[in-house]
């Protein structure tokens, strides 16, 4: 009889989903197994070029950025004083009114009396036109403060970005210098070029 704790051949899911990995920049190549539409497991694809079929451990973990108990799942509104850390879940529709009484008021005195900062979602172009059309130049992401420079700065030196717009020439490069580099912006991809430079000497 079949020990089912370690039937390890049985598919873990029901079906298979590829996208791309969100955990860092590099948006690696990922194949999501699903059981009755959750997530069960998270492996890399190996029909992708970025990562060829490599996961870290951050992606591997992807699974709680979906269930984490901390997680939040509707709009939260403060009940207390500001600082005492008491929120209570409202639904949307609450949420909208509330946002929008309160950003018509300040933007029928001075729309640039609202600052706007938003974090690392791939949509700054869109949250960017939108702090336009509001009429506020007060806005910011994630990027400016992070990436963009080190993006900047790769295409200067190296003529790409060093990630997912581009990389250092690993079929020439002699020499190959790290320096501060944060590694959790090209994880599996430098890897990849480390194991390049290497399999040179
Ligand atoms: S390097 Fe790791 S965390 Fe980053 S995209 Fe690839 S698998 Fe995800």
Redesign the pocket.
Known sequence: MTDPVLALNEPPGDRIARTT?Y??A???GIQVHLKDGKVRYIEGNPGHPV?RGV??A??AAGIKQHYSPARLKKPMKRIGERGENRFEEIEWDEALQLATEKLAAARALDPNRLAFFTGRDQSQALTGWWAQQFGTYNYAAHGGFCSVNMAAGGLYTLGGSFWEFGEPDWEHADYLMLWGVAEDHD??PIKLGLGRLKSRR
């Open positions: 990995c955990m860092c590099c948006r690696c990562n996961l870290c951050k992606g994880s599996n």
